[in-house]
């Protein structure tokens, strides 16, 4: 930089034409517009075609009597009117509801539990973390089989352990009173590593400082855990509460391998509702209406979860 | 902005609704009126669905080897399908995505629901033409079920009964004499229970209660013994919520509340309870024979006990041909025609021990292997004859078997009474049946 | 906190901690009489699974259930393989992994960099509208995806199981996320320098991505791995079934015989479990990482 201060621009700069722009076309091919558009274009179409067209397809489905097979005609709303009296139907919610509410407070909570338990530095701290873990990682057809074997009422190794402690028998997934409560134990046993994760990661994350400030404070473990911790595990708890909701709903795989519904329809979710109506009974009509339904249902729950959530979980940032 | 797109995917969807579907319309076109001719040139791949397991597959993948190699234009594929009881809906599933197989196993009473679809090959003709096939040498009951409305839909696969098998190991421990072709409800009763002992995880007697067709046929078998009907004679109500539907229902509660029945999940657990001497009898076909052979139990076989008579059901199942192009067609004419002659089938029963599908296998000088090889099985050929009525075909029965079979479970599991779960299952039936069909 | 940055972060629920001396009371932490019957019953039906598969038959349908079979039968795990087309079970399972992570690593980094980083028109609408898609709960979409996928043609394919899941918003969100965390200043040097707009993605922005792109394959890899009810709707034939349709089809071939059916479901789940066990660390943030919006 010299030290002379700089000659203001001659006037006559000022009368020059401006440089050519590039023509139209050159400027649409350059411009971030068309690279943007072509970046997401493989995207936007695949999930145009696979997501897009059939949300509103299965609407519109919902309003026909459809078997597959190429044969509809449109019904109008008689699908949503058959399925408010349907009472097949409405045991199904019933189970359903029945099972979120017992699934996901067990889950969430007993994953706090453990997340706490396994957040310790104990010798084999590691060891017991992968056996928590290492459910989640089997399938769901898979968990279905071991459990099917597990809770078999004559060759199953939990009745044996009841007949050794003298207990009796049951009959587990063979009874209607039994089953569905069976089928929650097979899937907490295979989702719980999930919570666990999701907890273990939230806590690591609490800054050590806060926990000793407290306890130099003179606050007891316990109260340390349910004014610092518990708070700052909100936004975890927010999302494991919805989470598991949503997946306790859409309940399908575990019942397909083990009890298909049964005994006596006891184990009849929605969505195994929804598949024998689509797919054996091939009502693809009725089946859409069902997959609206439980889509409204789900939407409505979360809104809510989240609304409460809103004023009740703490973001530190 | 937003609204625009989502009349853009509405506009989408609703064209693409209208085009979607549609696509069986031409099944029936390109077969000939005359069966088709042996194949002699070219290579043609036809595919064949089957739930057949353990020896029954091992047999399947033999003979479907030994065709292989004596007719080298055509190969046939034997694929496992899973359980035979959802055959029907997996065989939909793929007539409405455009690749049925070439020839499937389906269950009789599925006969009518199949008829229906354009995709079907319907063999009237090429049966009553071709005199060499021997269609009259399959039983009337088994022709009688594959024939809808005049049409017939398949070849019988599998004909067979129910029967008693029974361990006489067990009965004579509990001081018992063996049931014989006297036997009644009553004797029946009295052996289960005494077969029962819950301390040594003993049951007298073993019932399929998973609510499927296994469940309801056995029900039909109790139903026409004690005299009753499963429809009215013009078919059109439910005749099995009579007096002798009930009687039925309520030997088994009775029975069931005796803890005197094992109830299978349909996972035929039974099976090996039976081999393992934990079960006094079956009521069981010739496909569990070479199961039972193998489990060293000392077995016995006779008729199902009576009430007014001593009917049994007989359920043939068919192998059902689709119209995949008349190559196809013509090598899967070709391969049933070689699958149901007397000489393979033959061999087919002495590798199952299943029963033979047409009379004139009796004659062939294999035939006393077959017998030898499995003692009692003489028996089931014989209770042919109690096989007098089958069930109704039509489309609905899948429907009302559904019905049936909630009804039977929910007795047995000790949730329903007979009377009221026999009415509920009669009036769903009465709906079922009164509906327009289309 | 943990964030979406922390998946660069190595030490992340550091799980290889070695455990400090401490005084007790008892010889062992009180934390062991908590942890350790959990971890039984969290392991024993796998153990178990295990010992039954190397069991006879009359072994495995006994009652009580034996503990200690009388030798190892491995043989179970031949006639399991033989008796339904378990090598082809894997494959198509294979093939149906690999090609959806493949296609989401690829369409959904190039979607997410364009949110991230390009302006174009209607970008933030098209965004929110591809976001909505995962609010519908999958179900709704089953009937008509099978009926678009037979209207091309393939039902009953591998194809016909990917096509579907080749991209999904959830890779979108994410990444896009994890790309604007990026400093912008690399990206608009290498924009001087006259790289173009992809060589950016492909050069600078990907490798500094690793973590993400590896969390998503992980999530989408374990995804389409354990995939079930798609396949049982749209596969027919025992020989195109990817692995988990094809265990529910062995159950249908061996409802009785319990060490087959055993061996055949450790069969399914060894190669999730080694790979799991092998890259413990990957899985685990993977799984943390949904817990992070």
């Known amino acids: 930089m010299s030290a002379v201060a700089e000659q203001p621009r001659p006037p006559a700069a000022r009368h020059q034409p401006p440089p050519a722009r590039p023509s139209l076309l050159k400027r649409l091919i350059g411009s971030e517009h068309l690279a943007g558009w072509m970046f997401v274009a493989p995207a936007v179409i695949l999930i145009a075609i696979f997501f897009l067209i059939p949300i509103g397809w299965s609407l519109i489905l919902s309003l026909q009597a459809n078997n597959l097979l190429g044969s509809h005609h449109y019904v109008g709303f008689a699908n949503y009117n058959a399925l408010s009296k349907d009472h097949v139907f409405r045991s199904a919610v019933g189970h359903t509801v029945l099972y979120t509410v017992i699934f996901v407070p067990i889950s969430v909570i007993g994953a706090l539990g453990l997340a ?6 104990i010798r084999g701290i ?51 009173s039994e089953a ?86 006891s184990t009849t979710v929605i969505v195994y509702y929804l598949y024998q109506q689509a797919f054996q009974y091939f009502n693809a009509g009725y089946g859409s209406a069902i997959a609206y339904v439980l889509f409204i249902g789900i939407l409505i729950i979360t809104l809510v979860q989240m609304w409460v959530g809103r004023r009740r979980v703490y973001y530190t940032s | 902005m937003r609204r625009a797109g989502f009349l853009v995917a509405l506009g989408a969807a609703l064209a ?38 353990d020896s029954e597959a091992n047999t399947m993948k033999r003979l479907a080897a030994e065709f292989n190699k004596t007719h080298p234009h055509i190969t046939v594929t034997p694929q496992f399908y899973g359980n035979s009881d959802y055959a029907l809906q997996k065989v939909l599933a793929a007539i409405a995505g455009g690749n049925p197989p070439d020839v499937s196993y389906l269950y009789g009473s599925n006969a009518a629901n199949i008829a229906s679809t354009s995709k079907l090959v319907p063999l009237t003709n090429w049966l009553n033409q071709d005199k060499a096939f021997g269609w009259d040498h399959f039983y009337p009951f ?33 001081g018992l004499s063996y049931p014989t072709k006297n036997w009644t409800w009553a004797d029946m009763k009295r052996a289960a229970l005494k077969l029962t002992n819950p301390a040594k995880k003993q049951f007298g007697w073993a019932y399929v209660n998973d609510a499927s067709e296994d469940t309801v046929w056995r029900f039909w078998a109790m139903l026409w013994q004690a005299g009753g009907h499963i429809l009215t004679p013009d078919g059109k109500k439910a005749a099995f919520d009579s007096a002798a539907g009930i009687q039925a229902l309520d030997y088994l509660q009775s029975l069931s509340k005796a803890h005197a029945i094992y109830l299978d999940n349909g996972s035929d657990n039974y099976l090996p309870l039976f081999g393992a001497g934990h079960i006094g009898m079956l009521w069981t076909g010739p496909w569990d024979l070479e199961q039972i052979r193998q489990s060293k139990v000392d077995y016995g076989v006779t008729d199902l006990p009576a009430d007014k008579n001593h009917q049994t059901i007989s359920g043939p199942d068919n192998w059902v041909m689709f119209n995949n192009g008349s190559k196809r067609v013509a090598a899967a004419w070709e391969f049933l025609q070689w699958f149901t002659s007397p000489k393979v089938d033959l061999q087919w029963c002495l590798g199952t021990g299943d029963l033979p599908i047409r009379d004139d296998v009796q004659s062939l ?70 509906a327009p069909q289309g | 906190m943990a964030t979406i940055a922390s998946l660069k972060d190595d030490t992340f629920l550091a799980i290889d901690d070695p455990p400090p001396a401490r005084r007790r009371r008892l010889p062992f932490s009180p934390w062991h009489l908590v942890l350790a019957p959990v971890a039984v019953v969290m392991l024993v039906p796998l153990v178990w699974m295990v010992i039954l598969s190397l069991e006879t038959k009359s072994e495995a349908a006994n009652f009580p259930p034996v503990l200690f079979p009388s030798g190892l039968h491995f043989g179970n795990y031949v006639t399991t393989w033989n008796s339904v087309p378990f090598g082809d079970f894997f494959l198509n399972s294979l093939a149906y992994s690999a090609a959806t992570v493949a296609g989401n ?84 040097a290498a924009r001087i320098d006259g790289t173009s707009r992809l060589g950016i993605l492909f050069k600078i922005v990907l490798p500094l991505s690793l973590p993400a792109l590896a969390t998503l394959a992980i999530i989408q890899f374990m995804w389409s791995w354990n995939d079930f009810l798609w396949p049982l709707i749209i596969i027919n034939s025992a020989t195109r079934d990817p692995l988990q349709l094809g265990l529910a089809t062995l159950q249908g071939a061996h409802y009785t015989e319990w060490n087959l059916l055993m061996a055949g479901t450790v069969m399914s789940q060894i190669p999730m479990l080694a790979v799991f066990l092998i890259a413990q660390r990957w899985f685990i943030r993977s799984i943390a990482f949904t817990g992070m919006k």
Not at chain 2, 19 to 40: E, N, Q, W
């Open chain 3, 105 to 188: 690593l690829l369409f959904c980094s190039l979607a997410a960099y364009a949110f991230a980083r390009l302006k174009f028109f209607g970008r933030d609408v098209l965004f929110v509208v591809l976001l909505a898609t995962l609010m519908v709960p999958y179900q709704v979409l089953l009937i008509p995806t099978f009926l678009i996928v037979k209207d091309i043609g393939m039902v009953n394919s591998v194809g016909g199981l990917i096509m579907p899941n080749l991209c999904s918003a959830f890779g979108i969100f994410m990444l896009r996320q994890f790309f604007r965390t990026l400093p912008v200043e690399l990206e608009e």
């Open chain 1, 126 to 176: 590691r060891f017991y973390r992968l056996a928590v873990f290492t459910p989640l990682v089997t399938s769901t057809v898979a968990t279905g089989i071991l459990f099917l074997w597990l809770l078999d009422p004559t060759f199953g190794l939990v009745n044996y352990v009841l007949h050794a402690v003298g207990l009796p028998q049951q009959q587990f997934l063979q009874s209607p």
């Open chain 1, 180 to 265: 569905l409560y069976c089928i929650v134990a097979m899937t907490v046993w295979g989702w719980l590593g999930f919570d666990v994760i999701v907890y273990l990661a939230a806590l690591q994350g609490i800054p050590e400082e806060l926990m000793e400030a407290a306890e130099m404070d003179g606050a007891s473990r316990f109260s340390r855990f349910r004014t610092i911790v518990l708070p700052l595990l909100s936004p975890a708890t927010l999302f494991l509460v919805v989470w598991s909701t949503i997946n306790a709903l859409q309940l399908f795989d575990e019942i397909y391998v083990t009890t298909r519904g049964g005994p006596l329809e």
């Open chain 2, 16 to 53: 693409l609704a209208g085009c979607g579907g549609g696509s069986g319309k031409k099944g029936s076109a390109g077969l000939s009126a005359s069966a088709p001719k042996p194949i002699t040139s070219g290579h043609v791949n036809i595919t064949v669905w089957e739930g057949y397991t």
């Open chain 2, 365 to 434: 000088p294999g035939f006393k292997t077959y017998l030898k090889r499995y003692p009692g099985v003489e028996e089931w050929v014989h209770n042919l004859t109690n096989s007098k009525q089958t069930r109704p075909v039509s489309v609905v029965y899948p429907k009302i078997s559904t019905a049936v079979g909630q009804a039977v479970q929910g007795v047995l599991l000790g949730k329903y009474q007979p009377k009221q779960a026999l009415a509920q299952a009669a009036q769903t039936t009465n709906g079922l049946l009164s």
């Open chain 1, 116 to 121: 706490v338990a396994l957040n310790r530095r």
């Open chain 2, 142 to 174: 088994e022709r009688r079920v594959a024939t809808v409305n005049g049409k017939v839909v398949g070849i019988p696969a599998l004909v067979d009964n129910l029967a008693l098998v029974y361990n006489k190991t067990l009965f004579k421990q509990a």
